[in-house]
Structure formats: C-alpha cells, structure tokens
C-alpha cells in the first residue's frame, strides 16, 4: 500500500479531524523490528529452517550419503527458509509503516491496514482495563481490555491483538519503542476522562500485579 492511500486525512492517522474540546495526547507508529518477531514470528521460522537444514545434514552423514547431495538438501531448505523470513519481514515493515496509533484525551485510535485501510475508535468510556507487556528488546506493548459486550472481530484487529485471545479480543498496541512513557500517558488520560475517584495510576510489567488504569473508576487487573 502507498502513503498516497492515505494523503486524505485531515489529520495524519485519523479518518477525521477531532470534535471541539478533544485533543491529540500521542500518536506513534509500531516499531517493524518488534513486529517481525513478536507479531509475525520471523525468528521462529527461522530456527525452524536452521533445525530442518541441520537435520537434513545430520540425517545425510548417518545415511552415508554424498556431499554434494547433503549440502544440495541443506542448502535448499536454508534457501527456503530466508525467503519464508523475508516475506515476513516485509510485511513487518509494511505493516509498520501503515500504521499509526493515536492516544487522544477521550479515546484511543488504532489506523492500519496493509491492504484496506481501517480505523477502529476505542473511546476511553469503553475501556475497563489496560497493561503494559515489555519484550527483551526494549519495545513493549499495551493490550486493552474493553467492557460490557463491545467486542471487535480479531481478524479485524490483527496483528493489533493481543495473542490467542480470540473469544474475546483485546485491541494491542505492539513495538512501541518507548512503552513506559505512552503507558504512563495513558493511564493519566484515562484517570483524567474518569473523574474524580478513578483508578491506580501505576503503570506496571506485565507479569506484575499491579493495574495500568481503568477508565470507569474500577481496578484493573494486569495480565
């Protein structure tokens, strides 16, 4: 997809300009890095590939097989193998590159599609809990519980989605590269859209106990 498919919002990364009295807190793009191995696996498939080409050699050798036709099999699945990673490392950086996540002081906006475009509303009054998850690379993400019966296809929500949560999705913002911050901000627009006698304020691990913030004033709980 182009940027062009974008060059009509009125405002980068929203379908439209924001209603009077609303205002624009954080917008940010996911890091392609963290998607490529948290959301599309590259690294997986390619210690998969490794082990394949290492057991086609292992397998080869014990079967007294030529050289040749060792390294031809090995070779073959490593081939294999980098394009599989590629492709995923491609769609990686499209995916990236197309999206665009907004925190604004009544809701958080979610822009991606590498094919479609589609824009998905989360307002802050729809929101019961929120956590922050950090990777060992430095990104983190920020998976949002939604209340009542408001549920979003999962398909829809892809890679945006917080994994094999399918019966109930739960909206994710993935690789930001500096997840503390944006957590923070998010629990003080969430507090600040509940009122007075909102939730903790904390945001946590998310192997931690403690809750980010809940919009409507209960606890939430971490995950």
């Known amino acids: 997809m182009s940027h062009d498919d974008y060059a009509v919002e009125p405002v980068w990364g929203l379908p439209e300009a ?27 498939v ?15 050798v014990a079967d007294g097989s030529p050289l040749p036709a060792i390294a031809q099999a090995a ?6 193998g ?26 958080i906006v979610m822009r991606s599609g590498m094919a479609l475009p589609t824009s998905i509303n989360l307002p802050f009054a729809a929101i019961d809990t929120a956590a922050l998850r950090r990777h060992r690379d430095g990104t983190g993400d920020l ?19 917080r994994p094999w949560q399918v019966g109930r999705p739960q909206p994710m913002l993935r690789g ?14 969430l507090l600040a859209a509940a009122g007075p006698g909102g939730g903790v304020a904390t945001p946590v691990a998310a192997s931690q106990a403690p809750p980010v913030a809940a919009a409507g004033g209960a606890a939430p709980a971490a995950i």
């Open 176 to 189: 930001l590269a500096n997840p503390e911050s944006v957590a923070e901000l998010l629990a003080r627009a």
């Open 46 to 60: 390619a210690i998969y590939f490794a082990l394949l080409a290492a057991w086609s050699v292992a397998s080869g």
């Open 18 to 44: 924001l209603p009077e009295g609303e205002t624009i807190l954080w917008q940010g793009q996911p890091r392609w890095q963290s998607l490529a191995v948290h959301a599309f696996h590259a690294r997986k």
């Open 82 to 107: 980098g394009a599989a990673v590629g492709l995923l490392v491609y769609l990686a950086h499209l995916c990236a590159r197309t999206t665009v996540y907004t925190i604004t002081s009544r809701r």
């Open 75 to 80: 070779g073959g699945e490593l081939a294999l």
């Open 143 to 161: 998976p949002v519980v939604l209340g009542g019966e408001r549920g979003i296809s999962y398909l829809l929500l892809w890679p945006h989605a």
